[in-house]
T-cell receptor, first 114, second 113 residues
Framework: KAGVTQTPRYLIKTRGQQVTLSCSPI?????VSWYQQTPGQGLQFLFE???????NKGNFPGRFSGRQFSNSRSEMNVSTLELGDSALYLC?????????????FGNGTRLTVT | TQLLEQSPQFLSIQEGENLTVYCNSS?????LQWYRQEPGEGPVLLVT?????EVKKLKRLTFQFGDARKDSSLHITAAQPGDTGLYLC?????????????FGPGTSLSVIP
């Protein structure tokens, strides 16, 4: 069974630009969550999608948005990039997103904003 | 303010030593999970604990969920270099219908051969 795939692995952008990250969950998984990981803040929850609907949202500004397609693949978009957006962005999928469901993580997209 | 606190933040020990990592919160969680993350990779689930007071063992790793479901510990016996990594605890909050999983800041463990 293929794992969670995130593309691209590395990305360098300039302040003010926008970026789109992609996540393909494990086949059959309907829940996709996004996290931002930085050395200072650790893993911060961005949002979770289930069956194309945003089900949970973290405390990030509106510049961070996402969507999920009918095949459960998900994209995350960050507009008007800031230097502080430099981070490892992790996507995780789970079967239903119900309590105690394990999260299966991809290896992340490393975003650097210059 | 971190909803979940982990201690210690960094730990460097010799191969063969024992260690304990703690995960604490003032909030109650419906479940708590432990993950290990190695450089360049995403976190990988080690265990899920659900019941207050629950103890689970995974080879040399022992996980305990506090009676009040607010804290947890991870004990490693006879640590090996392969145990090196970032250990993350993650709690699923009780009050929402579909839990939002919150991660602690992690404990970075280095086991020296």
């Amino acid at each position: 069974k293929a794992g969670v795939t995130q593309t691209p692995r590395y990305l360098i952008k300039t302040r003010g630009q926008q970026v789109t990250l992609s996540c393909s969950p494990i086949s059959g998984h309907r829940s996709v969550s996004w996290y931002q990981q930085t050395p200072g803040q650790g893993l911060q929850f961005l949002f979770e999608y289930f069956s194309e609907t945003q089900r949970n949202k973290g405390n990030f500004p509106g510049r961070f948005s996402g969507r999920q397609f009918s095949n459960s693949r998900s994209e995350m978009n960050v507009s008007t990039l800031e230097l502080g957006d430099s981070a490892l962005y992790l996507c995780a999928s789970s079967g239903t997103g119900a309590r105690n469901s394990p999260l299966h993580f991809g290896n992340g997209t490393r975003l650097t904003v210059t | 303010t971190q909803l979940l606190e982990q201690s210690p933040q960094f730990l460097s020990i010799q191969e063969g030593e024992n260690l304990t990592v703690y995960c604490n919160s003032s909030s109650v969680f419906s479940s708590l999970q432990w993950y290990r993350q190695e450089p360049g990779e995403g976190p990988v689930l080690l265990v899920t604990v659900v019941t207050g007071g629950e103890v689970k063992k995974l080879k040399r790793l022992t996980f305990q969920f506090g009676d009040a479901r607010k804290d947890s510990s991870l004990h490693i016996t006879a640590a090996q270099p392969g145990d090196t990594g970032l250990y993350l605890c993650a709690g699923a909050k009780v009050e929402t219908s579909y839990d939002k999983v919150i991660f602690g800041p992690g404990t970075s463990l280095s086991v020296i051969p």
